[in-house]
């Protein structure tokens, strides 16, 4: 399948080598492509420059935000949520009608320290902004709740058993997620909270996950949902 | 142990009752002991009025907030978080000092209908608020992740394989905090968050966990941290 990535940080090469590994055309976008190969310092969680990665990824395509989302069939956000709306205006609203876009991205603002706010919450969502922004998309919201590693492969925690969640308001897409989550990634538990308003509840989970981690000194955690 | 629990409703009903059995010497504190004993319906989620539930309960005594406050050596918060700072201002900070408060509360606005928003989150929590406002108080923020039957009675669910978490800023009132926990209500896997700001990943925790209440269709659910 033809699959566009927008992020180039630590979740969007991960996500990237697991759909390129699985044998997917993938391109990852970025705002500036001569701007992202030129940097010479590693992002934020990453070992090497992105130039260093793509060099090791010689199938992983590098594009404009615009250009992955044309190449895609689906979609992943992995950009900042505090950056995803004006990312997909920069991609075009009619390049993104009809496809589904799983939501990944957390709107965390680190600006005022440790721990990190949330640039929206409580009433409103990115997952939400998204959907209402391109009403033509399928927005997903999905994988925001574990560490990038677990997205791809659940298998690395308590052999898969711990819970993935889905929400948004089309169902052939949530199915068709939950069965990438499923067949692809590996994930067990895949619970459907709803609509995409419930995209609420798991942006605003990150504040206790990001405490687990702290206190349990590894971001290889996650939730079971016990029921 | 004296006890005093703030709320009577269901929350402060099942932690009273429970606490009761247990042999403690409970009072439970409201705004006004009359007009509480005078009202005929019976509260959100509660079957009967409380003077039924109280008349079956003849060992709980019922008292203002402040001689509540002032009977407990141990304190629970089981108001609403919208108005629990009102309710210790009005019990009065010389009756909190040195005591410890188990925070059950959730600041949860039903006013703007389903779901509920909350009135405090992202930048501060209930607990945080309490603490600032009276400094000699050990609060201690746990339970409110769970509905009231599973805070006294996990085993309820899974055999008690499921998570609690407490927080605060006084290492002694934890450790007390986490006996009761699981020595009185049988809590296996308790997990410290740490000091009483990771009360607002506790609270901001809501919004999921109302959303999984109604995709599961049933409140008897809780989150396992696997790790």
Not at 152 to 160: G, M, W
């Given at each position: 399948m033809r699959i566009g990535v927008l992020g180039t940080g630590m979740v969007g090469q991960t996500l990237s080598a697991k759909l390129a590994e699985l044998g997917h055309d993938v391109m990852v976008g970025t705002r500036d492509v001569a701007a992202l190969l030129a940097r010479t310092e590693p992002g934020m969680g990453q070992t090497e420059p992105f130039s260093a990665w793509s060099r090791a990824h010689p199938a992983i395509r590098l594009g404009t935000f615009a250009e992955a989302v044309a190449h895609g069939e689906t979609l992943f956000n992995a950009t900042s949520g505090t950056v995803s709306l004006a990312v997909l205006e920069q991609a075009g609203a009619a390049n993104l009608d009809g496809k589904v876009l799983v939501d990944v991205s957390n709107p965390l603002d680190f600006s005022r320290g440790m721990p990190p706010t949330l640039t929206v919450s409580n009433t409103d969502s990115v997952g939400e902004q998204l959907q209402r922004a391109f009403p033509g998309l399928k927005v997903v919201k999905s994988?925001?709740?574990?560490?990038a590693a677990l997205m791809?492969?659940?298998?690395?925690?308590?052999?898969?058993d711990h819970t993935m969640f889905v929400c948004g308001n089309d169902a052939a897409a949530k199915a068709h997620v939950t069965t990438m989550l499923t067949d692809w990634f590996g994930w067990r538990d895949v619970v459907d909270l709803g609509d995409i308003s419930t995209a609420r509840g798991l942006e605003m989970y990150l504040p206790l996950w990001l405490r687990l981690w702290g206190t349990l000194g590894t971001p290889m955690l996650n939730i079971k949902v016990m029921r």
């Open positions: 994988l925001n709740t574990v560490t791809v492969n659940p298998r690395l925690l308590a052999d898969s």
